[in-house]
């Protein structure tokens, strides 16, 4: 009776080995560019959803509600281009542009969401020198509107994963095309 062996060679394994290495060097780029738009995607939903959150509470509430950039997830800054690092959405009843705690003006301010910083990206700019808030009014229209936020990976991205996030002057946001800087 004959005695087969079965398995690989150790040419055979070191030739599969050499294969797989060319397909991943190949697909790499590929990914880095997918993982670069999908950061910018999800950042530019991230923000359009909060403010959309914050039109309907100014509605609910019936009173102005701040978006605002925030380095430390408690108070607004009013340094440039500071959205990268991430912003807070909050209840601005005394129109003072940060969250205030109770006080002889009233109670304390509401604090409805805050958004760390967001990773894979260089910047998020707005194209206005007062971009670095929108308030809604309880009306539902935005007092800093008529706006538009860039977008940008960081890293050698391609010029197509820029997104603009863009403001209407009623306040109405919404993301524009993949690599359009502006809204248009």
């Given at each position: 009776m004959k005695h087969r062996e079965s398995g690989l060679t150790l040419v055979e394994l070191m030739l599969v080995l050499a294969m797989m290495a060319v397909a991943t060097s190949l697909a790499v780029p590929s990914f880095r560019s997918l993982w670069a738009k999908r950061s910018v995607l999800l950042a530019a939903e991230a923000l359009l959803g909060d403010l959309r959150y914050a039109r309907s509470e100014a509605l609910k509430r019936a009173r102005p509600v701040l978006v605002c950039q925030s380095s430390n997830a408690m108070f607004c800054t009013r340094e440039a281009a500071a959205w990268a690092k991430g912003w807070i959405v909050f209840v601005d009843s005394n129109g003072s542009a940060q969250v205030d705690?109770?006080?002889a003006d009233g109670p304390a301010e509401a604090?409805?969401?805050v958004q760390a910083t967001l990773p894979a990206l260089a910047s998020i700019v707005s194209n206005v020198s007062t971009g670095h808030s929108i308030t809604y009014q309880a009306t539902g229209s935005?007092?800093?509107a008529a706006q538009t936020i860039v977008f940008t990976p960081s890293g050698g991205a391609p010029p197509d994963s820029i997104r603009a996030l863009c403001i209407s002057l009623q306040g109405r946001a919404r993301i524009g095309a993949a690599g359009a800087g502006s809204c248009s």
């Open positions: 705690g109770e006080n604090l409805l969401r935005a007092k800093s």
